[in-house]
């Protein structure tokens, strides 16, 4: 069994926790003067290579959209099959 005395440091040292707390002020004024600003730096890139880079993408947003929509096709294909296989046969 506890004793008597044991709530009361408890409460004691709930207490002390929420002094120690920071205010929503505090914490905001905290991070603005933490926070900087960052600079991005980006690499410099001749025009052809740019232009490589742009027709790579675009040849690999293609290739994606086709292997997309097979998938749709086939998966479509199995669904109107087995409904059919479920409600004619």
Excluded: H
């Amino acid at each position: 069994m506890g004793y008597a005395g044991q709530p009361m440091k408890v409460i004691k040292a709930n207490r002390a926790l929420l002094q120690k707390r920071n205010t929503f002020k505090e914490v905001k004024e905290m991070y603005l003067n933490s926070a900087d600003k960052t600079e991005l730096e980006f690499k410099k890139v001749s025009p052809q290579k740019l232009a490589q880079i742009k027709t790579e993408i675009r040849k690999k947003a293609k290739e994606d959209a086709w292997k997309e929509a097979g998938v749709y096709i086939v998966c479509t294909v199995f669904v109107l099959y087995s409904l059919y296989w479920l409600f004619y046969l």
